[in-house]
């Protein structure tokens, strides 16, 4: 299952570039499989993981995630899918808000994308400095606002001994790049 969850999201995000690296779109879900892979996830959730962002940035709908992943992959895909019709802020505000009411795979889903773009956008500015931030639809304020209320919301109902590890390093990443 996971190696077709892959390959699914390998194929949907194919000619997919990162917009600050220029890599391969399809190296995002793979980091973001992995870091649940390393925490002992479900293998439902690491299927999500890598199928994270094809319902947003591919053709391919929550009907054919079902279809080929089942019921709990697509409902894990669905709770992390923004709707891009929407405003920015209305879209991580949504998002922040399921951060906060989520059950740990959501959270863990949620926050284990967040820590990898954030690394992204770390290793973006060091190469390129504040030009960075003109690869968003936001700006500096707005992300810090973003990435630092994932931080708070993601412990809300969840006891700090119940967190993965990669929780802990985000929440000591953000503190990092955004002070």
């Not at 709908?61 to 089942?70: A, V």
């Amino acid at each position: 299952m996971l190696e077709k969850a892959k390959a699914f999201a390998t194929e949907a995000h194919k000619g997919q570039k990162r917009k600050i690296s220029n890599e391969d779109y399809i190296v995002h879900p793979i980091r973001v499989a992995h870091t649940l892979q390393q925490a002992q996830s479900s293998k439902e959730l690491i299927c999500a993981a890598f199928l994270h962002d094809v319902v947003e940035d591919t053709p391919y709908e929550l009907e054919d995630i079902e279809k080929e992943f089942g019921p709990a992959v697509k409902k894990l895909v669905a709770s992390h899918t923004e709707d891009k019709t929407k405003f920015w802020l209305d879209r991580k505000a949504r998002t922040i808000e399921v951060v906060r009411t989520g059950n740990l795979e959501v959270k863990s889903l949620i926050v284990a994308d967040k820590w990898d773009n954030l690394q992204s956008i770390e290793e973006g500015q060091h190469k390129m400095g504040e030009m960075i931030w003109s690869y968003f639809n936001s700006t500096y304020d707005q992300q810090k606002w973003y990435y630092q209320s994932v931080a708070e919301n993601m412990w809300v109902g969840l006891p700090e001994k119940e967190a993965p590890e990669f929780f802990h390093t985000y929440s000591k990443t953000v503190q990092r790049f955004f002070t």
